[in-house]
């Protein structure tokens, strides 16, 4: 893949006291892993050091969904009504975040919108088709996340995965959608492999450009 980006010329000045306060572990997510095996490395790698991005309309209006829903699971104990509705088995969890280490370098981090036993879920606004995620890799980087977070987080008692549900709602036309994914232990493994090939990749580059 050509990492050739203006990254460098952009950043490299601005980075001293970045290298700083960086640790030697690179701590990975679904969206900057993302970016990165898209070749977006100015969008990768502005989310890894939470560097100030120009915030959408689309991408406020979609968090202002997500607090709406979180709100309304939490204060009704079902699924939002738009959703369907359905009463929630306990325990669940929203937004629930989680931090695991994979690797003595290598920790993972995310933000699950509903844990509810062995389903996870996450919403989406807009107006891409729920089918359209399932060819993302965020379901398999959440099954890794919950899988390790069984064993690193016990507290947590969370259920081993085995679905995984994207919920879209279309804001436009007002129609929602749902797409299922069984998580197995394939999609465990693809996992793991996506997450540390990309992270490692990552850290190399941000290394070998004093990025990090």
């Known amino acids: ?8 010329a952009r950043w490299s000045h601005d980075w001293s006291w970045h290298r ?26 502005s989310m890894y050091l939470k560097l100030d991005t120009l915030e959408t309309p689309a991408m406020k209006e979609g968090k202002e969904w997500h607090k709406r ?11 939002p009504k738009i959703f369907g509705g359905r009463k929630l088995n306990k325990p669940y969890y929203t937004e629930l975040k989680i931090v695991v280490q994979l690797a003595p370098w290598l920790e993972l981090v995310g933000v699950l919108d509903l844990v509810e036993l062995e389903v996870l879920r996450d919403w989406k606004s807009g107006v891409t088709v729920a089918s359209a995620h399932t060819n993302s890799k965020q379901h398999k980087v959440y099954q ?3 899988k390790m977070a069984m064993q690193q987080h016990p507290e947590l008692k969370l259920s081993k ?5 994207y919920h879209t709602f279309n804001q436009h036309n ?4 749902m797409a299922r994914i069984f998580l197995t232990e394939k999609s465990l493994k693809a996992g793991v492999d996506y997450i540390v090939s990309e992270a490692s990749e990552m850290k190399s580059y941000m290394e070998d450009n004093k990025l990090a």
Not at 174 to 177: C, E, I, L, N, Q
């Open 144 to 146: 890794v996340l919950v």
């Open 20 to 45: 700083a306060v960086l640790v030697k572990k690179f701590r990975a997510s679904a969206s900057i892993l993302a970016a990165w095996s898209r070749g977006d490395i100015d969008a990768a790698v």
């Open 1 to 8: 893949m050509d990492r050739s980006s203006n990254a460098v």
């Open 69 to 79: 829903w979180e709100n309304e699971i939490n204060k009704t104990g079902c699924m």
């Open 161 to 165: 995965p085995e679905v995984f549900e």
């Open 174 to 177: 007002k129609k929602p959608g």
